[in-house]
């Protein structure tokens, strides 16, 4: 069964997240779960608040771009969680996030699913999924991030959105990479599970904790990648991320370089981009 319930997401829920949650409200229809969570007050220190929908009319990605996902064919979940101090580098909670979705999937026996920097959830050569993380200042000590996480779960076979071509020629759901397709409670509970275990660790050491998993992880290592940022526009092999979540390029005209911000597009021809 495909519906969403509170209660039955609850039963995959551990003992820690259902002590530090203050709601999981679900919505048949909404224009966009992380706005809502935006919109509302933050739970208390260390607490999460979940929204999730399997119809987000106005979903928002990075730099402006939408979310796409046909009504029912996938989930649309955002968090809040309100840290109790400031975050030294709140860019690279998005890589870390990533990792978390992943180990989450993975638990699930759902298996090859890669990230691309920064944001992106890849299998198969094709666009999984996409995280959009947003801060909310509560005072000079606290800050709440607002996490959301759109993964397309059960495709028709005649879906085209139309993005993301500068990379992904296509678009690939969960159903397709797995044996045994959890229902959407079950991915909810375990998603929130791995979400709260991963803002905890990166309150405790930052993206540190994170860097060797990334490198498992990272569909742009040894890649070649064309970066335009603000100020240039880099040709490289990608050579993975420094310890602060910036990708790192190997080019030939300027040797490694560090980025924190761009567009990378891909040679599709590459061996298939698996």
Request: charged share 20%.
């Amino acid at each position: 069964m495909r519906s969403l319930d509170t209660n039955k997401i609850l039963e995959f829920a551990t003992d820690s997240m259902r002590t530090r949650l203050a709601f999981i409200k679900v919505f048949d229809e909404i224009p966009s779960t992380n706005s809502y969570l935006m919109g509302i007050e933050s739970p208390n220190l260390g607490g999460m608040s979940v929204a999730v929908t399997t119809n987000q009319t106005a979903g928002r990605g990075r730099h402006g771009k939408t979310w796409k996902s046909p009504p029912g064919t996938g989930l649309c979940l955002s968090v809040a969680y309100t840290f109790a101090s400031q975050l030294g580098n709140l860019p690279a909670l998005t890589l870390a996030i990533g990792i978390g979705v992943t180990d989450a999937l993975r638990d699930l026996n759902i298996k090859g699913v890669k990230l691309k920097w920064p944001n992106d959830l890849v299998a198969s050569g094709g666009k999984l999924g996409g995280i959009l993380t947003e801060v909310r200042q509560q005072s000079a000590s606290t800050v709440t991030v607002v996490t959301g996480i759109g993964i397309n779960v059960n495709l028709s076979s005649n879906v085209d959105f139309g993005i993301e071509k500068d990379w992904a020629p296509k678009v690939i759901d969960l159903k397709s990479i797995c044996n045994d397709l959890p229902s959407n409670n079950q991915l909810i509970g375990q998603f929130i599970n791995y979400l709260l275990k991963t803002f905890s660790d990166y309150e405790a050491s930052g993206f540190a904790s994170f860097v060797e998993r990334w490198s498992e992880l990272d569909w742009l290592l040894g890649r070649e990648i064309t970066v335009v940022t603000n100020d240039n526009q880099f040709f490289g092999l990608g050579a993975g991320v420094a310890d602060d979540g910036a990708l790192l390029i190997d080019t030939q005209q300027f040797g490694i370089c560090k980025v924190t911000s761009g567009t990378i597009s891909i040679d599709q021809t590459q061996g298939g981009l698996k």
